[in-house]
C-alpha cells in the first residue's frame, strides 16, 4: 500500500490519496461496496479537491479589492438595488452573451463592494476574474510596455472571462493611456464582458479622453438647430455681461475682455437658462481650451469661421504635417485652419447635445445672477 500511495503522491492525485487513507482508516464503512463504487468516491474527493483549489486560485489571481459575498448584500431601500436583477444577473447569461455591466452611484455607496461581490462569486463559478482600479490598470500596462510584456498581459486581460474595473473616470486620460484603453477593450469587445464602477455621469465620460478626437460623431439636422438654437442665445446672454464670472472656471478669463451691454440686438435666454448651458459647455470643454476658445469666439463673439481660422492660421506654431514629401514641419495653411475649425465646432455640438439635453431634462434650481444697468 505504501508503494500506491507514492505513486498517487508521483502523480499528484492527493484527493485520491487522502480518501484512500480515509478507507484504510474506516475499512467498515466501505466493505460493502464494490470496486467501482469506491474508486468513484476516490474520484470524486479529486475532483472536489481540484475544484476548490482551482476556485482559491481564480480568486487570488483576481486580487479583488473587498472580501465581498452577494449573499450579504444590503438592499435596502436607499440603495435602490432590485433583488430579483441582481438574481438574474449571479444567473451569468450577460456573460455568456458577451455583455456588460455598468454600476453607478455616489462616493461610498458601495459600488466597488458589490462589484467585488460579483467577481467573487463567479470564481466560485470556475470562471477567470481580474479586478483592477483603472488607474492602477493603466500604470500596469506602461510599466509592461517598458519590460517587453505588454503583449503578454494584454492576450492575458482580453481572455479572462471578465474584468473588473474600478473608479472609471476619474482623471483624464493621456494619449498612451487612451491608445492602450481603447486596444484593451476593442481586444475584448463581443468577446467577453467588463463591469465598469463609476461616479463620473456617462454625459462626461468624454472628459476623460482630453483633447477631443474630431474624426468621430455628427448630429442629424433636427439636433444641430436644437443645439445651435441654444448656444446662440446663450452667446448673446454672455455677451450681454449677465453670467458671474466666479460662477464659472472657464468662463471667467473670457467674461474678464466682455463690456456689458446695457442694451441688446441679439435675442437672448433668460438667467437660468444661460446659467445652465454655462455649466454644461464650462463641464464638457474642461479638457480642451482650444476648442472652448472657438465655441466663444463664434458663439459668443460671433465671429465667423473664416475670422477665427485667419486668427489661428497667423497664431499657430509649425507642427508635423502630412505632405506628398512626408511628414514636414511647417505652419499650417489657411484651408488647414478652417477644416480644423468646422471639425471642432462640429464635435462641440456634438459632445454638448446629450449633455445638455440631459441638463435641461434634469433640472434643478440655480442660484441667482446679477442684475445689469
Known amino acids: 500500500m505504501q508503494t500506491v500511495q507514492q505513486q498517487l503522491a508521483g502523480l499528484k492525485l492527493s484527493g485520491v490519496q487522502a480518501a484512500l487513507t480515509l478507507q484504510q482508516q474506516q475499512p467498515v464503512h466501505y466493505q460493502e461496496l464494490s470496486f467501482e463504487e469506491r474508486l468513484s468516491l476516490l474520484l470524486e474527493q479529486e475532483i472536489s479537491l481540484r475544484d476548490k483549489r482551482k476556485i482559491e486560485r481564480l480568486t487570488r489571481q483576481a486580487r479583488f479589492r473587498l472580501k465581498a459575498e452577494l449573499a450579504y448584500v444590503d438592499y435596502s431601500a436607499s440603495r435602490q438595488l432590485d433583488k430579483a436583477t441582481i438574481r438574474s444577473l449571479t444567473q451569468g447569461e450577460w456573460l455568456k452573451h458577451h455583455q456588460n455591466i455598468l454600476i453607478t452611484g455616489a462616493t461610498g455607496c458601495g459600488k466597488t463592494w458589490l462589484a467585488c461581490a460579483f467577481g467573487h462569486h463567479y470564481c466560485q463559478q470556475g470562471m477567470s476574474v481580474f479586478y483592477f482600479r483603472l488607474k492602477q490598470l493603466l500604470a500596469q500596462m506602461y510599466l509592461a510596455q517598458a519590460q517587453g510584456s505588454y503583449r503578454k498581459l494584454l492576450d492575458t486581460l482580453a481572455n479572462c472571462s471578465l474584468l473588473l474595473l474600478d473608479d472609471w473616470g476619474l482623471e483624464p486620460l493621456n494619449s ?31 472628459q476623460m479622453g482630453g483633447r477631443m478626437n474630431v474624426a468621430q460623431g455628427r448630429l442629424n439636422y433636427e439636433q444641430y438647430h436644437w443645439i445651435n438654437h441654444w448656444l446662440e442665445r446663450w452667446g448673446a446672454w454672455v455677451y450681454s455681461g449677465r453670467l458671474e464670472k466666479p460662477q464659472s472656471n472657464l468662463l471667467a478669463y473670457f467674461m474678464a475682455t466682455v463690456t456689458p451691454q446695457a442694451h441688446h440686438t441679439r435675442p437672448l435666454c433668460n438667467d437660468d437658462d444661460g446659467l445652465l448651458i454655462s455649466q454644461v459647455v464650462d463641464t464638457v470643454l474642461a479638457a480642451d481650451n482650444p476648442a472652448f476658445g472657438i465655441l466663444l469666439s463664434y ?10 481660422a485667419i486668427y489661428r492660421q497667423k497664431t499657430a506654431l509649425p507642427r508635423n504635417i502630412s505632405t506628398r514629401g512626408g511628414n514636414r514641419l511647417k505652419t499650417p495653411s489657411l484651408a488647414t485652419c478652417r477644416r480644423e475649425v468646422d471639425q471642432v465646432l462640429e464635435k462641440s455640438l456634438y459632445l454638448l447635445h446629450p449633455a445638455l439635453e440631459q441638463a435641461f431634462n434634469h433640472r434643478q434650481p440655480v442660484a441667482k445672477v446679477k442684475k445689469v444697468a
Open 176 to 206: 498612451q493611456q487612451r491608445g492602450d484603453l481603447l486596444e484593451l477593450i476593442d481586444a475584448r469587445y463581443d468577446r467577453t464582458s467588463t463591469l465598469i464602477t463609476r461616479q463620473l455621469p456617462v454625459a462626461n465620460w468624454y
Open 299 to 308: 458663439y459668443v463673439q460671433r465671429l465667423s469661421r473664416y475670422s477665427i
